[in-house]
């Protein structure tokens, strides 16, 4: 089957604006990549509201990737509070979205809006995005408080859940270490573990998230006292003893 062809910069007298918002709703994907990349290198006020509703539907990792760079070429002062309002969005993938773009402009008035409620996102993806979009927009001062809230997070759905929100954690530096040694005390073994294994990766970002984790499951079935006698004789410590 040919490849759908839509022309984007055809010699008619159909506007420039009309032809890319039509490729963007093209059956093919390498259609639409191909006018979303020709939205942000030719920015046009005019498709804010396309871009912005193709972010919510578009099934493309990478068609999506690149409306939102789209997005942030336009002025921040048209974008910002049109994008704020996909955030209250009923549809998931237009909060992840939305709040993927926000990450990408690095604009720190949006740190405001990124709430509790997203952070807590019963949508793994949005919730995912949502922490690293928060990490990236902290200011200084209230980077300490978000460790706080990520870190009642911990044990929180499967691997790439728990990997995401680690990374994160790890992200925000050492102002995670109190709130992460007080999770490792936590009566829920998977909360205890997955706490332990994020200070491990805190501390050594080139180990391995399975290995942290299972070290850190070893730990925490070992007990405190236990697991650092046992960690003394091995030629280390575990990591976030009380």
Do not use: Y
């Not at 995005?129 to 980077?143: K, S």
């Amino acid at each position: 089957m040919a490849l759908e062809v839509v022309p984007i910069n055809a010699t008619d007298n159909i506007p420039r604006s009309a032809r890319v918002a039509g490729a963007l709703s093209a059956e093919d994907a390498s259609v639409r990549l191909q006018a979303a990349l020709a939205a942000g290198t030719h920015p046009d006020g005019g498709l804010l509201e396309t871009l912005v509703e193709r972010c919510a539907v578009e099934p493309d990792f990478f068609v999506r990737d690149m409306l939102s760079w789209a997005l942030t070429r336009l002025p921040v002062e048209v974008t910002l509070p049109r994008i704020r309002r996909e955030l209250g969005s009923g549809r998931p993938q237009a909060r992840a979205q939305a709040l993927h773009t926000l990450s990408k402009t690095r604009d720190t008035r949006a740190w405001a809006w990124i709430t509790r409620d997203l952070l807590r996102d019963a949508d793994d993806e949005v919730a995912r995005t949502a922490w690293r979009a928060a990490v990236l927009l902290v200011p200084e001062e209230e980077r300490e408080d978000l460790a706080e809230e990520l870190v009642t997070l911990l044990g929180r759905g499967g691997r790439e859940v728990r990997l995401s929100l680690s990374r994160a954690l790890a992200d925000l530096g050492e102002v995670t270490a109190p709130a992460l040694e007080k999770a490792a005390a936590h009566p829920d073994p998977e909360v205890a573990a997955h706490a332990r294994a994020t200070e491990l990766l805190r501390r050594d970002p080139e180990t391995g998230f399975d290995a942290a984790v299972e070290e850190a499951k070893r730990a925490v079935a070992l007990g405190p006292g236990r697991a650092a006698a046992t960690g003394a004789r091995d030629g280390g410590a575990d990591t976030a003893e009380c």
